[in-house]
Nanobody, 121 residues
Framework: QVQLVESGGGLVQAGGSLRLSCAASGSILSINAMGWYRQAPGKQRELVAT???????NYADSVKGRFTISRDNARNTVYLQMNSLKPEDTAVYYCNFLGRTFLRNNPFLYWGQGTQVTVSS
């Protein structure tokens, strides 16, 4: 069984900062990429940022220069530092990882349950 547990969401004023964490645990063999997505009410889930096992990163244009993704490979944990937050960043943020487990030897995408981020104007 594999679990991803997100933390760090909450309510913040525009211009403020939050740091999200996501720890993966369970019968994990290896993790390739890890990432963060978000879904605002009435909108589709969208990419925020991803990071490979080697540390290469990719960001949505809307968060470049404000958000920073990082990971601790030893702890199977991914972080998202969010600065200069805007009301349009309000969404449920989901972490995921692409990896192999004892249950699925082929790479599979696992998702967390999400954490709410609300930015007030």
């Amino acid at each position: 069984q594999v679990q991803l547990v997100e933390s760090g969401g909450g309510l913040v004023q525009a211009g403020g900062s939050l740091r999200l964490s996501c720890a993966a645990s369970g019968s994990i063999l290896s993790i390739n990429a890890m990432g963060w997505y978000r879904q605002a009410p009435g909108k589709q889930r969208e990419l925020v940022a991803t990071i490979t096992s080697g540390g290469s990163t990719n960001y949505a244009d809307s968060v470049k220069g404000r958000f920073t993704i990082s990971r601790d490979n030893a702890r199977n944990t991914v972080y998202l530092q969010m600065n200069s937050l805007k009301p349009e960043d309000t969404a449920v943020y989901y972490c995921n990882f692409l990896g192999r487990t004892f249950l699925r030897n082929n790479p599979f995408l696992y998702w967390g349950q999400g954490t709410q981020v609300t930015v007030s104007s």
